[in-house]
Nanobody, 122 residues
Framework: QVQLVESGGGSVQSGGSLRLSCAFSGYLYSNYCMGWFRQAPGKEREWLATIDTNNWTTYADSVKGRFAVSRNDAERTLYLQMNSLQPEDTASYYC????????????????WGQGTQVTVSS
């Protein structure tokens, strides 16, 4: 059973930075692609970034150049460094885990955390 717990959210002024963490419990963390999503009130969930088991990363255009995803497989932790935060980044942020198939490509996200709130004031 995989469980994900996010932390590191909070309130910050425009232009500030935050670093989110996602602690993974369960087996074989290194066999999962990991991703970050967010959801603002009244909006659909938005994919932000993925890091696969080879540490290859992909980003949504909305955060490319400002956010950076990383993982520490020894500590079974996922990170999201968020810089140059803007009020439109205000949302609940979620981490998710996707198992990999035999060719190491990511399958659909299967496990989700409960989220951590990020609020950016102008």
């Amino acid at each position: 059973q995989v469980q994900l717990v996010e932390s590191g959210g909070g309130s910050v002024q425009s232009g500030g930075s935050l670093r989110l963490s996602c602690a993974f419990s369960g087996y074989l963390y290194s066999n999962y692609c990991m991703g970050w999503f967010r959801q603002a009130p009244g909006k659909e969930r938005e994919w932000l970034a993925t890091i696969d088991t080879n540490n290859w990363t992909t980003y949504a255009d909305s955060v490319k150049g400002r956010f950076a995803v990383s993982r520490n497989d020894a500590e079974r932790t996922l990170y999201l460094q968020m810089n140059s935060l803007q009020p439109e980044d205000t949302a609940s942020y979620y981490c998710a885990a996707a198992p990999i198939q035999l060719d190491y490509r990511c399958l659909s996200y299967r496990y989700w955390g409960q989220g951590t709130q990020v609020t950016v004031s102008s």
